[in-house]
């Protein structure tokens, strides 16, 4: 493997800069229950135990790619109610699952 990162957003957490990218398909296939659950909420993610926890794995698998020294500690401690909206979309919209113009809420279209 070559040290490149992953092509994704530049987002500024806490004074430093990450780029998040998109999940990869095993990420996504090993994650299809919590995107599946994102997408059934329509952007409107009720913040419960099992969201938080989901909003955490899901930031932390896209954060992974290109910062394998992060722990999910370390994401639990970034990301708070101020940034984790935007990185979910960043991280759907990178990963080809992003909504489209029209469609139904909660209604995710793969991206040509």
Do not use: C, W
Not at 35 to 49: A, C, F, N, P, Y
Not at 71 to 78: E, F, G, I, N, Q
Not at 86 to 97: C, F, P, T, V, W
């Amino acid at each position: 493997m070559n040290n490149q990162l992953f092509e994704g957003a530049a987002v500024t957490i806490r004074g430093q800069e990450f780029i998040v990218p998109g999940l990869s398909f095993g990420q996504m296939e090993d994650m299809a229950d919590i995107l599946t659950r994102m997408s059934l909420s329509g952007g409107d993610i009720q913040l419960t135990k099992e969201t938080i926890g989901d909003v955490i794995s899901l930031i932390y698998a896209a954060l992974s790619r290109n910062y394998p020294e992060l722990t999910k500690a370390h994401v639990r401690d970034m990301v708070d109610t101020r940034n984790f909206v935007s990185l979910i979309e960043i991280i759907m919209n990178k990963s080809g699952l992003e909504k489209v113009a029209g469609a139904a809420a909660g209604e995710a279209k793969p991206v040509a």
